[in-house]
Every structure is written in C-alpha cells, then in structure tokens.
C-alpha cells in the first residue's frame, strides 16, 4: 500500500498531479487546474508555465492547456469526467465519512481503471488508504474495473482483451459473470498488499455511462461478515449518483 513521504514536497506533488491529469483527462484552464488542486488561480498558473516550459504541457489556441510532447500518449476515457466527478463527490464523502474508509470514483479507459477522484474519511484513523485520483491500474484487478467490465457486452470485452497474453479471457469471463451474479467486484490485494477494495457500477444511459464506485479498506481491518453492509452502502451511493446523472441528462 503507498503511503504519502513523510516529507512531502507541496509544489513538486502539485506539478506531477497536474501532469497526470493533462495526460489522462484533457485540455483544461488554469482555473479548471486551480480547482482540481485545491490551490489559487495565480499558483496554478505558475505551475502551468513550468510544465510548458519542460515540454509536459502545452498551450493551445483556445488558451486552454493539454499534455505536452514528453507525456507519452495515453488511452482517454469517454466519460464525461467533469459532470460525473461533480455529481459523485458529495454522495462519496457522505459514504466515507459513515464507513470511515476511502471511497473511489473509476471509469474504464481502455483496459485501465482510471481514478478520478477519492473521497477520504475524516475519521482520525492512523491506518488508512490514501487517495488514489488519477491514477490508472489494470481494469481486471480492481474492483471498480471489474465491476465495469461485468457491464459491458461479450463483444466489447472480447475486442479489448483478444490477443492480449497477459490476461486469461476464459477466467475473466468466468468471474465477471460472478460479478454480474453476487452485484459486486472484490479486489483482495491483487493490486496493492494491504489493500482490499469493493466495487460496484454506476450506469447512467443517458449520458452513455459507466463507472464504478469502491471502497477501499485496509487488508487488516477488512471482515468477510462484514461485506453485505459495504456492498449494500455502496448500492445506494450508486443509485443516487445515477439519480442525480439522470436528472441533469
């Protein structure tokens, strides 16, 4: 499980996160930056002109700011992230603040889970998950990725892992349908060591959606009698962020 340095450096973590998403999610304006970070327009703006100074951000004629020639290309995903992150926030911080465990917000981009957002517990535990937005990990080890790989049609699935050697298609089709059958996706450290997560799908049709919304727990603090009432709290956080997605569809 990674842990934040004990030293953190707050302006070098400021310039890779923002990095990270030029690559992962697009164009976006200084005060787009600001936002996702949590920092002033003025200071966003300076970091911007150093990543464009190093070539990890470019201007484009609309002023906006998008990934600059050294970030290698990456898979973008078809999720409208900007209304999906605004939508799910609130109702993942009421989840995490009541499990006291990390909630995470996934969408698939191509055979990768993208994190878009996390939603930390407030609760003075010593042992925690951190945040884990935006980073991309294998969509068949996470549970969010798993849970949205379960939606998808046979064909879907079948032409975004036929050929690939690293990842045994029969037994992925046989535990999605697990998936598809119990509602759930577990992810029992097969990303991290330490890290359990619990993944269910949010489907908004409207907007041609589908993500997912985990849970993630401490290996140590993870119980087996436990696993309806996550799975049950993390149903209704997905209803009502579909509700909501509906609503504005």
């Known amino acids: ?84 992150r605004e939508v799910a926030l609130p109702h993942m911080q009421e989840l995490a603040d009541a499990e006291e465990e990390s909630v995470n917000l996934i969408v698939l981009a191509g055979t990768e889970a993208r994190f878009l957002a996390t939603a930390e517990s407030r609760a003075p535990q010593i042992l925690r998950v951190g945040t884990r937005a935006g980073r991309s990990l294998p969509a068949h080890l996470t549970s969010g990725g798993k849970a949205i790989l379960a939606a998808l049609p046979a064909e879907n699935l079948t032409a975004l892992y036929d050929g690939d050697t690293e990842v045994d298609l029969p037994r992925l089709r046989r535990e999605l349908a697990r998936v598809r059958k119990r509602g759930f996706a577990l992810n029992n ?14 489907r908004a049709p409207s907007h041609g959606l589908i993500a997912a919304v985990a849970i993630a727990i401490p290996t140590a603090r993870f119980r087996r009698d436990r696993l309806p009432h996550w799975v049950s709290a993390l149903a209704s956080t997905a209803s009502a962020v579909e509700r909501e997605l509906e609503a504005r569809a």
């Open 189 to 202: 450290q097969e990303t991290e060591t330490g890290l359990t997560a619990i993944g269910v799908r949010v």
């Open 1 to 84: 499980m990674k842990n934040e340095p004990p030293y953190p450096i707050a302006s070098v973590d400021h310039a890779l996160h923002l990095a990270m998403l030029l690559q992962q999610e697009g164009p976006m304006r200084v005060s787009d930056a600001a936002e996702r970070l949590g920092v002033s327009p003025s200071t966003a703006h300076r970091l911007l002109a150093m990543l464009v100074y190093r070539d990890f951000a470019e201007q484009r004629p609309d002023r906006r700011y998008q990934a600059g020639e050294v970030l290698r290309p990456t898979v973008t995903t078809q999720a409208p992230v900007t209304l999906l």
